[in-house]
């Protein structure tokens, strides 16, 4: 049996809302408002800390930009805003229903393990998949040749990329 391995954010499922507008609304609910400074100085700091795959980026960006609130409760607010702007196909559960009968289905992207893995749960999409790895199980993000797939536990060798 052949594997269909699907990418998440953007092939999969999708943001109802632009991802800038998510941040700024969590900025604007634990801080009470939003400075561009802090947007600039968040978005730089998490794009480094994502890319070395440390540890909390998200709270790590937040408390970098130096606003006041609880970075955790940042990163919760924006966990949350993230789940609930994500939408998938109308027809992913017939598709994937009927991709599953005749091939492995897994996930493989780029994010942190509990944030892709609820998106997934969120969408109801969670059971279709064999294999769920993120850049962060591997410790290396797409396209790096690190993150192969060689993580998909017990789904075939012989895959197709979505």
Not at 16 to 44: H, K, M
Not at 91 to 98: C, N, P, T, V
Request: charged residues 25%.
């Amino acid at each position: 049996m052949r594997a269909l391995v699907f990418d998440l954010d953007g092939t999969l499922l999708q943001y109802s809302r632009d991802y800038e507008d998510l941040i700024t609304a969590s900025f604007e609910d634990v801080c009470g408002s939003v400075q561009e400074p802090w947007l600039e100085t968040y978005n730089e700091t998490f794009f480094e800390e994502f890319a070395a795959c440390n540890a909390d980026p998200v709270e790590r960006a937040f408390e970098s930009t130096g606003a006041p609130g609880d970075a955790d409760k940042f990163a919760q607010r924006l966990h949350d805003a993230e789940i609930a702007a994500t939408v998938s196909p109308t027809e992913a559960h017939a598709d994937l229903e009927r991709l599953g009968e005749e091939f492995a289905l897994a996930v493989l992207t780029n994010g942190l393990p509990d944030w892709q893995r609820g998106k997934l749960a969120a969408s109801d999409l969670d059971s279709y998949f064999d294999a769920v790895v993120t850049s962060f199980d591997v410790g290396a993000h797409k396209p790096d040749p690190e993150y192969d797939g060689g993580r998909l536990g017990d789904v075939p060798a012989a895959l197709d990329w979505i």
